[in-house]
């Protein structure tokens, strides 16, 4: 009943398909009404809920389907395809977006492993996205977030408690353990991904990604990639192509694109986007438009 709710809330504020603030930091609502195939994006940490139809992510050839039965939480920055293949006026997608705040998260993950309670933990490490069935904790503190967007005074003075208590119902869901170990203190690969993702216009080496994270190269390496399923050296190829075509797909120039995701040489960018994708800049900017805010 409180998913129809949270659907009927995204139905009155969005007469139209597109993403739009709640008034309250990182969190937005969005609706689509036709199908949009899998593209190149890029997912900053983040939880996407969905209350009716169903989206799709690709992560290195992984594909992660879901709907309204579960969530998708992913805890570190990533370049994924993503999509609304099955959304119509029929089926609609309707859904609410939550940035994951770095700080808060760990805020709450070292509060929560300090209370002396046993937490469920996870086998190995974290590797870039988990899908989590709805518990009653994750929709009810989901359904008071959004409610929230009725009254500006409300999202002002209770907004960032209610974002707490949502951010505290994911560490507690069933992909708790694995937020809570990608929040953590002691991961150095979340922290390296984060300083390379705020940094994609600049020349990174694996050596500077390794120091920063204080590990040796070949421990990084290893590390690096059985957290996210990538090497360094691709994940960041990786993140600076699904931006530019991103920008490509929402008008900007190919020139500025590949200028704006650190590209020196055009040629280069070009070569490398056509491996990629199988078609230079140019043909996709022809063949690609993104609807206005879609994730």
């Known amino acids: 009943m409180s998913k129809n709710t949270i659907r009927q809330i995204i139905e009155t504020r969005m007469p139209k398909d597109g993403m739009i603030d709640t008034g309250i930091t990182g969190v937005q609502l969005f609706r689509a009404t036709q199908a949009v195939p899998c593209a190149p994006a890029v997912y900053e940490p983040c939880v996407i809920a969905i209350v009716s139809g169903g989206k799709e992510t690709v992560l290195d050839g992984e ?20 999509g609304t293949p099955t959304a119509s006026s029929e089926n609609p997608l309707y859904g609410v977006y939550v940035a994951l705040d770095q700080r808060l998260m760990t805020e709450l993950t070292i509060e929560m492993e300090t209370t002396g309670s046993r937490l469920p933990t996870t086998k190995g490490i974290a590797r870039g996205i988990r899908l989590a069935r709805w518990d009653h904790g994750f929709l009810d503190a989901l359904l008071r977030l959004v409610q929230l967007g009725n009254n500006p005074t409300d999202t002002a003075v209770l907004g960032d408690a209610r974002l707490r208590e949502l951010y505290y119902a994911i560490l507690k869901g069933e992909a708790g353990a694995f937020a809570r170990q990608a929040f953590g ?12 993702s705020s940094r994609l216009d600049e020349a990174v080496s694996i050596d500077e990604m390794a120091a920063h994270a204080g590990m040796s190269r070949a421990v990084f390496h290893r590390k690096f990639k059985q957290a996210t399923t990538l090497s360094p050296i691709q994940f960041v190829k990786s993140m600076r192509l699904n931006n530019a075509a991103m920008k490509i797909a929402g008008g900007m120039t190919v020139s500025e694109a590949a200028m704006d995701v650190g590209y020196v040489s055009p040629s280069q960018f070009s070569r490398e986007f056509k491996r990629m994708y199988g078609q230079s800049p140019r043909q996709w900017s022809d063949a690609h438009q993104l609807p206005a805010g879609m994730l």
Request: glycine share 4%; hydrophobic share 40%; with cysteine.
């Open 63 to 82: 594909r992660y389907v879901y709907d309204n039965s579960e969530y998708m939480c992913c805890p570190m920055s990533m370049p994924v395809e993503a």
């Open 185 to 196: 203190p002691g991961n150095a690969i979340a922290r390296s991904i984060a300083h390379v």
